[in-house]
Structure formats: structure tokens, C-alpha cells
């Protein structure tokens, strides 16, 4: 059982460049989320989407946008990444239980 | 604005002592306090969790103790291992889940 998967593991990327990261999850559950992890900030919810065709707004959504076309896919895209998005990415799932089941992570470096 | 704040940023403790980490919410909606562990290069993981029905819950060496007056919850670890360090995070459930800032335990042998 993989659980969530993501990828990249890690990136480095050129500031005004297009990425997309990826995370799947073969739990078949419902809802799904990205988050960011910062030193001393803890993880921030960038956007989420309770069921596939419909996504929302996080706590911090600027500058990313996401899909969700299917129950299994949730891409993550930086339009133009910028050098203040670099973090570690982190995908979750939750079958609509309190728990949420959380993916390895994607470290992006933006210069 | 962080709503849940959590202390301290960093912990050492000694193996067999007694971990302590502390959260504060201001989100009166909150209903469900889960702690998550994180290992480095890891995600994180639930570890344990209340409802604010309850002053204390109790899992192994895991125990969260709940003020609902006080809007304040905390992890104790007892018996602490060096197998514990890592990164706790406490979070509160409302219409989302919101965490606190991260606590970096080491606990040396």
C-alpha cells in the first residue's frame, strides 16, 4: 500500500519558471490538500478540495493554482515560481475522518 | 495570524525524562486537538488526539491533557527515548485544520 506518493522529491528551479508538482494517493478518499512547511511557521494550507471536481482556497494561495480531475490526482502548479516559494511542499488525503494522511514531500528551492 | 500557537520552538531532554510541549487556540469553534509527529525527511503522521469533552487522553507513553477554560492543550512524553526526536505539531479542527508552529524534540541518550 503506497498511500500518498509525490513527486518530485526535490527541485531546484529558476525564479519565473513553470512547475508542477505531483501527488497521488490509492486510498480513494475523498478529500485532499497542499500544504507548505516553513521554519517556525509550521504547515500552512495552500488549497485543498473536498471531492474531485471541486477545489478552495487555503491560507495561503497565491501564486499556485490546482486541479482535481480525478479521486486519485492533486497537481500543484507555480505559474512563475518566485524565490519565497521555496519550501517543502506536503500532500494530505482524509477520507473525510479527522485524520489527515500526509505524503513524503517535494523540497523546492526557487533562485 | 497564527491561531494556534505552540512553545516551545525547541526541546532537549534527557532519555527517561519528560517531554512537554505546549499549545494555546483562540478559535472557540475548534472541536478536535490532534498531535502529529514528524521524522526528518518524513511527512507528518497523527499520533494522538482529543475532543474538548475530555481533560486527558492517554496513549502509551503519549498523554494530552485538555483546558477547555484555559483554550490550552499540551503533549507530555513520558519515559522519553531517543526514538522520540523529531518535529511535534499540535493543530486544531474547525472548518480546516490549523497548526501550531512545530516543536523540534531531542532526546539524548
Known amino acids: 500500500i503506497a498511500g500518498i506518493t509525490q513527486a518530485p522529491t526535490s527541485q531546484i528551479l529558476a525564479a519565473g519558471r513553470r512547475m508542477t508538482l505531483r501527488c497521488t494517493q490509492d486510498m480513494r478518499h475523498n478529500a485532499m490538500y497542499w500544504y507548505r512547511q516553513d521554519l517556525g511557521l509550521g504547515l500552512r494550507l495552500i488549497h485543498y478540495s473536498n471531492t474531485a471536481g471541486t477545489t478552495g482556497k487555503g491560507e495561503v494561495p497565491d501564486g499556485y493554482s490546482v486541479s482535481r480531475a480525478n479521486t486519485d490526482d492533486f497537481p500543484l502548479t507555480l505559474a512563475s515560481a518566485v524565490p519565497s516559494q521555496t519550501s517543502v511542499y506536503f500532500c494530505a488525503s482524509s477520507d473525510g475522518a479527522r485524520e489527515q494522511f500526509f505524503g513524503p514531500g517535494t523540497r523546492l528551492t526557487v533562485l | 495570524q497564527q491561531q494556534v500557537k505552540q512553545s516551545p520552538q525547541s526541546l532537549i531532554v534527557q532519555k527517561g525524562g519528560i517531554s512537554i510541549i505546549n499549545c494555546a487556540y483562540e478559535?472557540?469553534?475548534?472541536?478536535?486537538f490532534p498531535w502529529y509527529q514528524q521524522f526528518p525527511g518524513k511527512g507528518p503522521a497523527l499520533l494522538i488526539a482529543?475532543?474538548?469533552?475530555?481533560s486527558e487522553k492517554k496513549e502509551g507513553r503519549f498523554t494530552i491533557s485538555f483546558n477547555k477554560s484555559a483554550k490550552q492543550f499540551s503533549l507530555h512524553i513520558m519515559d522519553s527515548q531517543p526514538g522520540d526526536s523529531a518535529t511535534y505539531f499540535c493543530a486544531a479542527l474547525g472548518s480546516r485544520l490549523t497548526f501550531g508552529e512545530g516543536t523540534q524534540l531531542t532526546v539524548n541518550p
Open positions: 482529543i475532543r474538548p469533552d475530555v
Open positions: 478559535n472557540t469553534a475548534f472541536d478536535y
